[in-house]
């Protein structure tokens, strides 16, 4: 073998040494996944419950009509103050007062038949009293006949009388349900408060609220002096609301404001919302009334408004992420499923293997491993760790789907921070 056949065999062991280098190199390279990391920081965390609704009054009267009539005089408009007792509106008293005076004339009626009626007692009760004294001194002067026959006349007087007081009576009670049917006719405020609807113009006719109660409904008096926000909360978020909690609330009639609230009622029974035609597809949700501290006189009722409630707060927490909390199953777990008993289904898993929560942790030859974490409150971004995790340590951030697919003792690789670019400035024309 020459020397120069030597140098190319060399030389071929060399290029294939440093191509299977190469190869192996490039492998590796692809096995190691791209993802953000992260320090374990401590960090001020908020954890609060989101719910939107409309701003109420506390209190509210819906103004309505006793009896029925046409509207001949109107003395407020919509959005005037009004004091508890001032006049608000007349309906026409004519048919009213014309069934006054009838009730009016029918009791002196029964009055005066009652009058004759005691008149007619009287004399007939003198008639049975003088002829039974007459009987007494001569009994031949007048019979026994004649007797019976006074002394019954005297009884049906009696109950004549009786009759007519019961008319008489009947009679008064018609009177006073005409004069109480006069005075609804004219509407008064029950309470002080703001005129937050007016339904009616004068000349309409005002219907009894029995009818109908929404068409019956003449005005709406509010007392704006204490407002609220009525919002629906999820079933799964209610049990960490608590009477008390503050909250910010955003009206979007207000956008560049935020108010100051406070819970002051958690409904116990729940409004439930149809979500699908079955009866099992359905949103529950519970009322909450979140009062406003600080409302502007501006507010109406019916703004929408969103209240942001706060559930519970930590200072200088050790947190991490929440994309970076994920669920692995646990295979250190002891065998023996105590909680499985004669006559329940076996579980799809393998009995002693449970899904953890916990993030991966980077290691110094950025290979990570799983770690199992107790977390405590979720703020916006992060969830308070509790146990599992030290300050300083580094953690796998994202992406989700880097982090959804990662497994235990893989190779990674930190992804280049994207540059931030200055968002652009919207200007009003």
């Keep these: 073998m020459t020397n120069t056949v030597k140098v190319i ?25 791209e993802v953000r990391t992260e320090a374990v920081e401590a960090r001020d965390l908020v954890a609060s419950v989101t719910a939107s609704g409309q701003i109420q009054p506390r209190t509210k009267v819906n103004v309505s009509a006793d009896v029925s009539g046409k509207i001949v005089r109107l003395a407020v408009k919509e959005g005037e103050m009004v004091k508890k007792g001032q006049f608000l509106l007349q309906i026409d008293p004519e048919q009213v007062t014309a069934a006054l005076q009838r009730s009016e004339a029918g009791l002196a009626s029964t009055r005066a038949q009652a009058a004759q009626s005691r008149a007619n007692l009287l004399q007939a ?93 003449l005005m709406i008096i509010s007392d704006m002096s204490i407002l609220e926000t009525k919002v629906k909360v999820d079933e799964t978020d209610v049990a960490r609301l608590a009477i008390g909690d503050s909250a910010l609330i955003q009206i979007d009639a207000f956008p560049d404001t935020t108010f100051i609230g406070r819970v002051v009622e958690i409904s116990n029974s729940s409004v439930t919302k149809a979500a699908g035609a079955n009866s099992g597809d359905q949103a529950i949700d519970y009322e909450v009334r979140v009062r406003l501290l600080n409302p502007p006189k501006e507010t109406r009722p019916d703004f929408s408004a969103t209240a942001k409630i706060v559930t519970a707060s930590r200072k200088k927490a050790l947190s991490i992420p929440i994309i970076a909390l994920t669920v692995r199953e646990n295979e250190k777990l002891p065998n023996g499923d ?59 951030a994202g992406t989700y789907q880097a982090i959804r697919e990662l497994k235990d003792g893989a190779m990674i690789r930190t992804a280049k921070p994207e540059d931030k670019k200055t968002p652009a400035t919207d200007k009003k024309s």
Excluded at 163 to 168: I, K, L
Excluded at 184 to 201: D, F, Y
Excluded at 345 to 364: H, L, M
Excluded at 372 to 396: D, P, Q
């Design 338 to 396: 105590t909680a499985v008993s004669v006559g329940r289904a076996q579980p799809t898993k393998e009995v002693g293997k449970r899904d953890v929560e916990g993030v991966f942790v980077v290691g110094k030859d950025n290979k990570v491993s799983f770690r199992a974490v107790k977390v405590g409150i979720a703020g916006e971004r992060h969830f308070e760790v509790l146990e599992g995790l030290k300050a300083g340590e580094t953690i796998v």
């Design 125 to 217: 009760q003198r008639n049975y009293d003088r002829s039974l004294a007459i009987k007494t001194q001569s009994p031949a002067l007048v019979s026994e006949e004649q007797l019976e026959q006074l002394k019954t006349q005297a009884e049906v007087s009696k109950s004549l009388l009786e009759a007519a007081n019961f008319s008489v009576e009947q009679a008064q009670a018609t009177v006073r349900d005409a004069k109480q049917a006069l005075s609804k006719t004219t509407i008064v405020a029950p309470m002080s408060g703001k005129i937050t609807r007016l339904n009616v113009e004068e000349g309409e006719t005002a219907i009894m609220g029995t009818l109908n109660k929404d068409a019956a409904t």
């Design 9 to 33: 065999i060399g030389v071929v062991i060399i290029g294939a040494v440093g191509g299977l280098a190469y190869v192996s190199n490039q492998r590796n390279q692809v096995k190691a996944v």
